[in-house]
């Protein structure tokens, strides 16, 4: 196939298509991260330590991180669609070589400032010195991902969501692979020794990432050359200074946006560290072994967190998704579409999450004893979680269509409201030995709360959605807490004839059986929801001769 034929077959794709892409990508890539966290969680000598030196060095390399590149692809995304939708494809190339070269230099800078104040943040602000290892393996993957991060916002903005799926993939997989081969070959060694190991292949994966986008880049080249040669509308006209201007008037609050959910981890981070070991001194007086409880602690929430981030990534696409195809409609005042697939969106978050939830809550420590048999604590902190990860879900949504029409400083504000709220409560909570590291559960909830009560408000001033709440609401909560009791005692029934694996695998797949039987006979999707689904056509059809839906 030739480029150009092949770059508009990707413009062409429909939103659901590329929202189910992302979706097949991010579950893929949640699941990688699962494996090589459950593997590398039960390999000898690394554990919740191990996992806690991991975890710690990887916050405050996703803080750095974010300076340089998340949320880029969003406010490229959004800007190269906004070309795109007028039929200026010049302007929109224009704005991909000017970010490439931006973003590059910021990503550079902050790699070399990590590899070099790595050893002063660990020991001043983590207060846990051996973390800076794992700190300096990290450090040179700052620059591919901040390039990365331009190249697959470009090919959002086109309409295409393949360079992003695929990229972040192939970056998973090889992740995955190599962090379980590295950490093997360490065993013995320390468990910093070995998460340090264990991150030199989140380097080299996305290195191998970047070469895959390069190239992907290249062979459409062609194509988009074309597009911009046989423009007929004139190119926005803009010097180079005013379009860098464009770039960071948006990028800023998105970034900052970012930056503040990085923080809220970094709070985290720094909170439990320095607090559990202040709940703790009255018992534990080593150093050293407050330092371990510490990592013990935090690795059991990271643990936890990796499991409830599964479900996530399916909603996470929504938002993904939703950025460029809302602000391509905005751009014609198409204000229909962005009504519809809003609403979709948030509906479909909905019928999504609240089963993960509800099957979390009965499963939770089977579950936990199927994938970290050798560390299965943390059956409360899991349940707990289930309500943040309810509400982000929900910002997903809110928060995409905010970008979408421009507001991007909103997020970033209430959660700037947000992250204060949860450094006070971390402080307060944590310190005490009754709650110790409940309280980051407790607070990470309250900040959730507060970011959707101030976004709702704002996209609510732009546009009314036109959501059910029996439909698209209650109906999804109640089939859900149905599906939960159902579940719950089917595992009981069956952990007394076979064990605990066969017993969670058979009754999380009779679960889903369950719930798909809900929505279909409760009807919660009409037919324009089934139609907007890929090969929603078909489904419904099939629906039709089952006598479920009528024609």
């Known amino acids: 196939m030739e480029a150009q034929e092949r770059i508009k077959k990707e413009k062409g794709t429909s939103f659901m298509k590329n929202v189910a892409m992302l979706m097949i990508a991010q579950i893929l890539i949640k699941v990688l991260g ?3 966290r459950l593997v590398i969680i039960n390999v000898e000598g690394f554990g919740d330590i191990g996992n806690g030196y991991y975890d710690a060095g990887y916050t405050v390399y996703s803080l750095l991180l974010t300076l340089s590149s998340v949320g880029i692809p969003t406010v490229i995304s959004k800007l190269v669609s906004e ?3 007028i039929g200026d494809h010049r302007g929109a190339y224009r704005i991909f070589k000017v970010s490439l070269k931006i973003f590059t230099v910021i990503g550079a800078f902050f790699s070399i400032a990590l590899f070099l104040g790595a050893d002063l ?3 001043k602000i983590l207060n846990v010195p051996d973390v800076k290892y794992v700190l300096m393996v990290l450090a040179p ?12 916002g470009y090919f959002a903005g086109l309409g295409s969501q393949k360079a992003t799926s695929v990229s972040q993939t192939l970056e998973q997989f090889f992740n995955c692979a190599l962090t379980i081969t590295f950490v093997y070959a360490l065993v013995g060694k320390d468990p910093a020794i070995m998460a340090a190991g264990g991150n030199v292949s989140t380097t080299l994966a996305i290195i191998i990432s970047f070469t895959y986008l390069f190239i992907f880049y290249k062979r459409r080249k062609k194509g988009i050359m074309i597009d911009c040669e046989n423009q007929t509308v004139p190119q926005e006209d803009k010097t180079a200074g005013k379009l860098i201007k464009t770039i960071f008037a948006i990028s800023i609050p998105m970034t900052i946006g970012s930056l503040i959910s990085v923080i809220n981890n970094m709070i985290d981070t720094v909170t439990i560290s320095n607090c559990i070991q202040t709940a703790f001194s009255s018992t534990i007086s080593v150093k050293a072994d407050l330092e371990a409880k510490a990592m013990e602690l935090s690795g059991l929430l990271s643990k936890v967190v990796t499991i409830i981030h599964l479900p996530l990534a399916i909603t996470g696409a ?4 939703l950025v460029p195809a809302i602000s391509s ?5 198409d204000y229909k579409t962005v009504n519809k697939r809003l609403t979709f969106s948030f509906f479909a978050s909905i019928l999504i999450i609240m089963p993960c939830t509800a099957g979390l809550i009965a499963l939770g420590h089977p579950i936990l004893q199927l994938i970290y048999p050798a560390a299965s604590n943390g059956t409360n902190i899991l349940a707990l979680s289930t309500i943040t990860m309810i509400f982000v879900s929900i910002n997903y949504v809110v928060e995409g269509g905010l970008y979408g029409f421009g507001k991007v400083h909103i997020p970033a504000i209430a959660l700037g409201i947000g992250a204060i709220i949860k450094l006070i409560m971390n402080i307060a909570l944590i310190s005490n030995p009754n709650i110790n590291i409940l309280g980051a559960v407790i607070s990470s909830i309250a900040c959730q709360v507060i970011l959707f009560a101030i976004c709702m408000y704002y996209l609510n001033k732009e546009i009314k959605l036109q959501m059910n709440a029996k439909d698209h609401i209650f109906k999804p909560i109640f089939a859900s807490a149905i599906m939960g009791v159902i579940v ?3 595992y009981r029934l069956l952990i007394n004839i076979t064990g605990n694996a066969i017993s969670t695998v058979a009754s999380i797949l009779v679960g889903v059986i369950v719930y798909i039987i809900l929505v279909l006979f409760m009807k919660m999707l009409t037919k324009e ?3 907007m689904i890929p090969f929603g056509t078909k489904i419904y059809n099939a629906l039709v001769k089952l006598k479920i839906y009528k024609e």
């Open 329 to 333: 409609a905005i751009s014609v005042k």
């Open 121 to 123: 943040i660990a020991s």
């Open 318 to 321: 929504f938002c993904t998704a």
């Open 488 to 490: 719950y005692f089917v």
């Open 83 to 85: 070309r795109v939708g």
């Open 529 to 531: 929801d089934i139609y």
């Open 141 to 152: 993957a700052i620059m591919f991902v901040a390039s990365s991060s331009v190249i697959r």
């Open 34 to 36: 699962f494996v090589y």
